[in-house]
């Protein structure tokens, strides 16, 4: 991809998150060209007025025959393997929101169809990208990090909690902690065949992790505690960070005009999408990320239905 040339993304799926998360960001991007795509043509016809998209679709081989530079799949979790599977056959570069799927099956079989195709497979999770993640991120030697991620009255099929939910904890403290992982220990409270809260702790090599997630709290919240020798950081929702040294308390809060995407990284998430796909070479390291992170959902679920 030429420095000022535009490329082509079609986005499939036009669903909550495609409305409030990816749209405001790759409607005015300067690099992007948008292209829709949905069944649902009120929704299609709405958006596209909306920011001004001039090409449409509501069928995904019609889309594909346009061979886009890119297409980022933001529908169901239950429809990315089926559609993920055509655009990467057509070797178009594919950009979906987590997970890849539900299955740890279709999930390697798309891994396999994008490296034997040599076609650029991109999961997103933008908790990476978050600027206190990106500063803690730097930090050397973790001595101990822990996640907590809380929803209100919202308990659900284990599979689907850890899967679509959770796993933004797990993938955050893989990112975060280095090493191999070991000592798993896994803590569930169900009730019926519904999963409320879990805790999960592990070790990589010098650092103890935690993950935890309770979706019967009063609301919503993320928390997340990261420790080197002699330092703790304490992030609050994205928008505020303490750090402590030496007994010292330093805020670090968030710019008052950074948006709520920007906050959770959304914004540096979709520049490194872009440089991705500017990359001449296959890398296949970013297929073996992906894979970590939902054979370690796998292992938790496992673990929970095991009880």
């Not at 206190?132 to 973790?142: A, C, L, V």
């Not at 519904?194 to 993950?211: D, E, H, K």
């Amino acid at each position: 991809m030429k420095e000022q040339q535009k490329i082509r993304i079609a986005i499939v799926g036009l669903g909550d998150i495609a409305q409030k998360a990816y749209l405001p960001i790759v409607a005015s991007h300067a690099k992007i060209v948008p292209v829709l795509c949905t069944r649902n043509k009120d929704a299609l016809s709405r958006i596209a007025n909306q920011y001004r998209i001039a090409e449409t679709y509501t069928d995904i081989e019609e889309l594909i025959n346009t061979n886009p530079d890119a297409a980022m799949v933001h529908t169901a979790t239950d429809s990315h393997y089926e559609i993920i599977k055509k655009l990467l056959t057509a070797k178009i570069a594919v950009f979906v929101d987590k997970p890849l799927s539900y299955s740890i099956e279709e999930c390697d079989e798309l891994l396999g169809l994008a490296v034997a195709n040599k076609t650029l497979l991109y999961v997103g999770f933008n908790r990476r990208f978050a600027p206190f993640i990106q500063h803690i991120s730097k930090e050397d030697n973790p001595t101990q990090i822990t996640w907590q991620k809380n929803r209100a009255n919202l308990p659900g099929d284990p599979r689907v909690f850890v899967f679509d939910d959770f796993i933004h904890v797990l993938d955050s403290l893989l990112f975060l902690a280095k090493g191999p992982i070991c000592n798993v220990q896994v803590r569930s409270l169900k009730k019926g065949n519904m999963l409320q809260a879990i805790q999960v702790q592990w070790q990589q090599s010098n650092t103890l992790v935690q993950g935890s997630m309770n979706r019967m709290s009063g609301y919503t919240q993320e928390l997340v505690e990261f420790y080197t020798a002699g330092n703790t950081w304490q992030i609050n929702d994205f928008t505020s960070c303490s750090h402590f040294k030496n007994e010292r308390h330093e805020i670090l809060n968030a710019a008052s005009w950074d948006s709520a995407l920007h906050k959770k990284g959304f914004h540096h998430m979709i520049e490194d999408w872009l440089k991705a796909l500017s990359e001449k070479e296959f890398n296949t390291a970013r297929i073996e990320d992906i894979r970590a992170t939902h054979y370690f959902c796998e292992q938790i679920v496992k673990k929970v239905l095991e009880v």
